[in-house]
């Protein structure tokens, strides 16, 4: 054991979250997870904001493709950093190896106050869009919606819901029949598309991005699953490039899709795209059809994002003593009730707090959680830089392309989307960066409770 894994072990923390997944997953399950984990919900929401903020339909879809091969350099970054160290604590166990406890403190801090519960706020504000297409409930439809859905969720989850393979591959099939229709519908419609408003004439690459990349969320989760590829050297980087492929191919044609039949200015001005182009194709039944799928497949996406994110949140409860109440388990259910109960409620403030920021609901949580994003994303490329100077002789099966050129672009690519996200979120951004910044006392207090 070397030294700094001494170090780590006697500071209780690499010996709660490290294991060692067993290699059982061949080169097509790999692609099906990362394919999987990567489209969600957001493909329904984020082109309308695309198309608002692109002078015309090729810089959108351009951005589309840029955003597949942004994904491919960070899922290479991701995948080295994987296959060198696997642990289930993912970035966390990252930073903490390269940084320190405080570093990893506060990611852990920041992902139970702004990344994880701001996403689960987002999908939930998604859910409540589509609901809200099936039957409305009053002026704050969306809000009432995704506020429910994240009760209902959580209840369900501290109760102890068991997630069979059976429901997930319903949700799954909802997902991919709803993606297919829209598809289906938009390149065979052939008549004028409705122009409802006139987007911007100048597009803004920084703030394309920002949403294009947040449909593409979730590579660097799956990048975790390296570990359990049983020929990791071999498959890692083809699953990889085959997933980013697959889905920039999904991406491309939904959001050619959608110009095709509602044009830039009718996509730009939709507030349930899928929706409005079904609408236009085949009246309200059309809507209310694809709102459904679209409403139950967001309700998945939720759910595993609640479930996840409780987990993270139960490893920071043993880890730190002030968060012991987040380590409280329910053997009944096997839940961590304490984790559950606290994201539940961190995520019912955020989307109330979305209810009244000056913009929507999803775009206030974009605010407040995609500075905060791209920063940590930004120390995770770094980590790979400082881990491979100071660890040069542990086994790497698989190696970033093209060192140092491939994680050093990528750092230059968080660096600017980090700055278009403060330039473009303004106050939200500031409130998610003082919320990250408010952990820092508990860090101190954390560290007097062990002298």
């Not at 390269?98 to 506060?106: Q, T």
């Not at 409305?136 to 989850?157: D, E, M, W």
């Not at 319903?170 to 008549?191: E, F, N």
Request: glycine share 10%; aromatic share 12%; proline share 4%.
């Amino acid at each position: 054991m070397s030294q700094r894994e001494h170090n780590l072990n006697r500071e209780g923390i690499a010996s709660s979250i490290a294991t060692t997944p067993k290699p059982a997953l061949a080169f097509g399950d790999a692609i099906a997870i990362i394919v999987g984990i990567v489209i969600g919900a957001g493909i329904f929401e984020t082109p309308a904001l695309v198309a608002a903020n692109s002078g015309n339909g090729a810089v959108a879809l351009g951005a589309w493709v840029l955003g597949g091969i942004v994904s491919l350099l960070g899922a290479l970054c991701y995948g080295e950093l994987a296959t060198t160290y696997p642990h289930t604590g993912g970035n966390y166990y990252y930073l903490l190896r390269a940084f320190g406890k405080s570093v990893a403190f506060l990611f852990a801090w920041a992902r139970m106050t702004v990344v994880q519960t701001g996403s689960i706020a987002l999908l939930a504000f998604v859910f409540g869009d589509y609901a809200s297409q099936l039957w409305r409930l009053g002026a704050y439809s969306p809000s009432v919606y995704g506020a429910l859905a994240i009760a209902l969720l959580t209840g369900l989850n501290i109760i102890g819901v068991q997630q069979s393979k059976i429901a997930q591959n319903l949700l799954t099939a909802a997902k991919v029949l709803g993606l297919l229709l829209v598809v289906g519908v938009g390149l065979l419609i052939t008549t004028s598309p409705p122009q409802q408003i006139t987007p911007t004439t100048e597009s803004s690459l920084g703030i394309v991005m920002i949403f294009v990349l947040l449909s593409y969320g979730g590579w660097s989760e799956a990048a975790y699953i390296s570990a359990e590829i049983r020929n990791v050297r071999r498959d890692m980087a083809r699953s990889l490039v085959w997933s980013i492929c697959i889905i920039s191919t999904i991406y491309l044609l939904i959001n050619l899709a959608y110009l095709r039949g509602l044009g830039l200015a009718g996509t730009a001005g939709s507030e349930a795209v899928a929706a409005d182009l079904m609408r236009y194709a085949f009246g309200t039944p059309g809507a209310v059809f694809i709102s459904f799928l679209i409403a139950i497949s967001t309700l998945g996406a939720t759910n595993a994002t609640i479930f996840t994110g409780a987990r993270t949140n139960y490893a920071l409860g043993r880890d730190f003593a002030q968060f012991k109440f987040l380590s409280k388990w329910r053997n009944n259910g096997n839940t961590p009730i304490g984790a559950l109960l606290a994201q539940g409620a961190i995520s019912l403030v955020l989307v109330l707090g979305g209810t009244i920021a000056p913009r929507n609901g999803f775009e206030a949580m974009v605010d407040y959680t995609a500075p905060v994003f791209w920063f940590f994303f930004l120390l995770s490329a770094i980590a790979l830089f400082v881990l491979r100077q100071r660890e040069p002789h542990i086994p790497r099966p698989f190696q970033v392309p093209f060192y140092p050129l491939t994680p050093l672009l990528f750092c230059l690519i968080c660096i600017y989307l980090l700055y278009s996200s403060l330039t473009y979120t303004g106050v939200g951004a500031l409130l998610g960066l003082f919320v990250v910044i408010s952990g820092i006392p508990l860090l101190f207090w954390n560290r007097n409770q062990q002298v």
